[in-house]
């Protein structure tokens, strides 16, 4: 059974960093693509950061690029997203997915989600 289960969040204050992480059981995370996507109250779920599969191709959103860092660990068969100089606007509920085929910020490539974990940017 396909799983992912993120943690890591919680409250932070403004410039502040949390590393959150995307464990999964089921298949192996090496070779899947997978995305980090946050969604705020109110607001649609967007796409923060990608990582490939065997090359380990990242990118980006303008608004976390520069401040936030994906990465991998095979041997754990875990993916990160470092998070540093926190904003408030950074503060939304934070999902990883993966998908075997198909990888990018676009959250419909993705086939498998986790149940996401809060993160909160507040002084």
């Known amino acids: 059974q396909v799983q992912l289960v993120e943690s890591g969040g919680g409250l932070v204050q403004p410039g502040g960093s949390l590393r959150l992480s995307c464990a999964a059981s089921g298949f192996r995370l090496d070779s899947y693509r997978i995305g980090w996507f946050r969604q705020a109250p109110g607001k649609e779920r967007e796409g923060v950061s990608y990582?490939?599969?065997?090359?380990?191709?990242?990118s980006y959103a303008d608004s976390v690029k520069g401040r936030f860092t994906i990465s991998r660990d095979n041997a754990k068969n875990t993916v990160y997203l470092q998070m540093n100089s926190l904003k408030p606007e950074d503060t939304a509920v934070y999902y990883c997915a993966a998908d075997p085929w198909r990888g990018g910020l676009l959250k419909g490539y993705y086939s498998y989600w986790g149940q996401g974990t809060q993160v909160t940017v507040s002084s």
């Open positions: 990582i490939g599969s065997s090359i380990g191709t990242t």
